[in-house]
């Protein structure tokens, strides 16, 4: 029995899990094909490796609450790498076909390139490899990337929110120098990883003047460039909309300084809207590239949302703006048998009704907060989960 101190701010612990919905009486084989109430099929599974960061970005972990007195989990209280490649093979007969491995930040996560080379081996059941990716702050990149590519990352994100370091420092709040995150690019690069994404969050008060220069700098580089609209993820950032630059407004500034053309998504349930920069003629230049914007609160995409998420302790969340979880470590831990397990995430993702960024839209345009439950049953002001503990 683990004691636990828990300061004002642990919101983790707030809310309790959810229970288990009624399992089907007979157990029916996974059938890698499994669609949740608003027919969307399981295909991305989002896994947090570590509830720890190194960087303190004001609208994911806030210092003043992820502070020296915050406790994160104990080690014994994180998914094992062993727990973690047993789940994901359940969820994979279930239809994942990309799993992205998220934190925290989670290269802190000891020996990641091992788990990552254990979930290398597994296969969709039509034989293919999955395509296994990775969101990372890129602060120990330089160090990771060759071990990374070597032990079968498919792909890499790297967030980077300005290229002046001055603002860079203030956003990460913990005074880290952009050049650490392009030389980890240059190494991903060199280690062979293609079409690395760069994620740009963008705050209106903050970094509005780097979008151009942003674009300028990874445009014909080979990595895209995508920005995110400021989210009122979690309980702890303190957002505003009038923090939020509307992506819209975004691609009106980049295409006064480079000409842009509408890409076609590059796979269902894609977050990010392609725009491909033009050439002389108005054509699309593979050579010059593409940007992407990813629009949650103003242009919400949940009718296409097929991601699940596991926290680091085992729990499986809905939506990135869920209240509520369900805990799927103490399955793994009592002995329950991979069918038990595989009929407990088909009939939670069967009952799914999640669609947060439809119902603040819903409630934006009739004049209200924005304040709503994801799934919508729930009365709004319980608390949502908090990034950083079920990755981006
Ligand atoms: S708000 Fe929730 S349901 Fe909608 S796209 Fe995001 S994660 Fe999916």
């Given at each position: 029995m683990i004691k636990r101190v828990i300061p004002l701010l642990d919101l983790r612990h707030i809310q309790r899990s959810a229970s288990f919905p009624k399992a089907a009486s007979a157990v029916v084989p996974a059938s890698g094909h499994l669609l949740d109430?608003?027919?969307?099929?399981?295909?991305d599974l989002r896994i947090s490796?570590?509830?720890?960061?190194?960087?303190?970005c004001a609208y994911c972990m806030p210092k003043e609450v992820f502070d020296k007195h915050y406790r994160y989990l104990p080690h014994s209280a994180m998914l094992s790498f062993e727990e973690i490649v047993r789940l994901a093979g359940l969820f994979v007969a279930h239809g994942v076909g990309k799993i992205r491995l998220t934190g925290g930040e989670p290269l802190l996560r000891k020996n990641i390139e091992q788990l990552i080379a254990q979930l290398h081996q597994l296969r969709q059941p039509n034989g293919q490899p999955l395509d296994i990716t990775l969101t990372t702050n890129g602060s120990l990149l330089a160090r990771k990337a060759k071990a990374l590519r070597q032990a079968g990352l498919s792909r890499l994100t790297v967030s980077l929110d300005s290229l002046d370091d001055a603002i860079f420092r203030r956003m990460n709040d913990v005074d880290f120098p952009v050049a650490q995150v392009l030389a980890g690019l240059d190494a991903a690069q060199a280690a062979g990883f293609a079409d690395i994404k760069v994620n740009m969050v963008v705050k209106r008060s903050t970094n509005v003047a780097d979008i151009v220069p942003m674009a300028r700098h990874f445009r014909g580089s080979g990595m895209t460039l995508r920005f995110i609209e400021y989210m009122d993820v979690g309980a702890t950032n303190g957002w505003r909309m009038d923090e939020v630059l509307p992506s819209a407004e975004v691609l009106r500034l980049i295409a006064e300084a480079f000409p842009l053309v509408p890409l076609e998504p590059s796979?269902?349930?894609?977050t990010a809207q392609r725009w491909g920069y033009a050439d002389a003629q108005g054509n699309y230049d593979p050579q010059l590239g593409e940007v992407g914007v990813i629009s949650?609160?103003?242009?919400?995409?949940?009718?296409t949302c097929n991601r699940a998420r596991l926290s680091t302790e085992g729990q499986l969340y809905?939506?990135?703006?869920?209240h509520q979880g369900w805990d799927l470590r103490s399955l793994l831990r009592n002995g329950s048998s991979d069918e038990e397990m595989s009929a407990a995430i088909a009939g939670i993702w069967g009952q799914r009704q999640d669609r947060y960024s439809e119902l603040r839209a819903e409630q934006m345009a009739q004049g209200?907060?924005?304040?709503?439950?994801s799934d919508g049953t729930t009365p709004p002001g319980r608390k949502r989960i908090e990034m950083s503990y079920i990755g981006g």
């Open positions: 109430a608003r027919q969307r099929p399981l295909r490796v570590t509830d720890r960061c190194n960087f303190r796979a269902p349930g894609e949650s609160v103003t242009q919400a995409f949940c009718s809905l939506c990135l703006f869920a209200g907060s924005g304040e709503a439950a």
